[in-house]
Nanobody
Framework: QLQLVESGGGLVQPGGSLRLSCQAS????????IGWFRQAPGKAREWVAT???????IYTPAVQGRFTVSRDEAKNTMFLQMNSLKPEDTGVYYC???????WGQGTQVTVSS
């Protein structure tokens, strides 16, 4: 069974960068479609990006060109590189296997001056 743990969040100034990690255990992450999601304070959780087993990626328009998902198969870890961060990117970020409803604890990202 695939288990995922998010990390790497923090406080960053607008325009800054962060890289989030999604560490997998149990099975090899490369065989699964994994999505990143986020939930801003007082708002519903929203989808951010997905990395497919074959390497294809897709992003929500709000982060297109600023965020990049990738995978390190040796570390069995997926990453979300976030550049040019904006205050509206603030929220708790989660990774989730496609089709799963078992959310992890997430990692907090705060973009503020």
């Amino acid at each position: 069974q695939l288990q995922l743990v998010e990390s790497g969040g923090g406080l960053v100034q607008p325009g800054g960068s962060l890289r989030l990690s999604c560490q997998a255990s149990g099975v090899n992450l490369k065989y699964y479609a994994i999505g990143w999601f986020r939930q801003a304070p007082g708002k519903a959780r929203e989808w951010v990006a997905t990395l497919w087993p074959g390497g294809a990626t897709i992003y929500t328009p709000a982060v297109q060109g600023r965020f990049t998902v990738s995978r390190d198969e040796a570390k069995n870890t997926m990453f979300l590189q976030m550049n040019s961060l904006k205050p509206e990117d603030t929220g708790v970020y989660y990774c989730l296997e496609a089709g799963s409803t078992t959310w992890g604890q997430g990692t907090q990202v705060t973009v503020s001056s």
